[in-house]
T-cell receptor, first 110, second 113 residues
Framework: GQQLNQSPQSMFIQEGEDVSMNCTSS?????WLWYKQDPGEGPVLLIA?????ELTSNGRLTAQFGITRKDSFLNISASIPSDVGIYFC??????????FGTGTSLTVIP | EAQVTQNPRYLITVTGKKLTVTCSQN?????MSWYRQDPGLGLRQIYY???????DKGDVPEGYKVSRKEKRNFPLILESPSPNQTSLYFC????????????FGPGTRLLVL
């Protein structure tokens, strides 16, 4: 199946620092999505991107749909302890099937 | 409260014993989907449904069946479970027929001995 390469695999940062993570695909996607998963829960949608080049913000989160349609980036500014969790990218190209990245585990040190 | 519910939340079974994991949503969503989550592999889509009686295979459908007889329910059936189906399973639903904004259930942790 389709592989999404998500990096970094894990991050340990100090509270207040900015965070960047990205996702790349070997195929073109029509939609890019970013989710956050807290321990013991299902993923929650953070941002959805529908157009190449699109830059969308949700509070301290900003995500971009890469121009090539093969990548996407998520930035978190001024991290806080509740940002801790696993962040997943997901992509959709033909049909209504979705592919998820392997996740970035974020730890915020107070 | 708008939600996706799954039952059971935890299940231990033995190889070959048929089981069903139920999924229900109360948001009148068109699109529903099942995923499995395994360490180091992220989430992988098993099956999805765009409406009643319309289902399609995802990335890893082998060993699973689904049905969509009513809009709100989308059960996942393992006719003959095997140990490699031990995993964390999530159901999701989306108002959009394309499934872009999926709401996930709380997960079902399955152990097949």
């Amino acid at each position: 199946g389709q592989q999404l390469n998500q990096s970094p695999q894990s991050m340990f940062i100090q509270e207040g620092e900015d965070v960047s993570m990205n996702c790349t695909s070997s195929s073109i996607f029509n939609t890019w999505l970013w989710y956050k998963q807290d321990p013991g829960e299902g993923p929650v949608l953070l941002i959805a991107l529908y157009k190449a080049g699109e830059l969308t913000s949700n509070g301290r989160l900003t995500a971009q749909f890469g121009i090539t349609r093969k990548d996407s980036f998520l930035n978190i500014s001024a991290s806080i302890p509740s940002d801790v969790g696993i962040y997943f990218c997901a992509g959709q190209y033909t049909g209504n099937q979705f592919y998820f990245g392997t996740g970035t585990s974020l730890t915020v040190i107070p | 409260e708008a939600q996706v519910t799954q039952n059971p939340r935890y299940l231990i079974t033995v190889t070959g014993k048929k089981l069903t994991v139920t999924c229900s949503q109360n948001m009148n969503h068109e699109y529903m989907s099942w995923y499995r989550q395994d360490p180091g592999l992220g989430l992988r889509q098993i099956y999805y449904s765009m409406n009643v009686e319309v289902t399609d295979k995802g990335d890893v459908p082998e060993g699973y069946k689904v049905s969509r007889k009513e809009k709100r329910n989308f059960p996942l059936i393992l006719e003959s479970p095997s140990p490699n189906q031990t995993s964390l399973y999530f159901c999701a639903s989306s108002l959009s027929i394309g499934g872009e904004t999926q709401y996930f259930g709380p997960g079902t942790r399955l152990l097949v001995l």
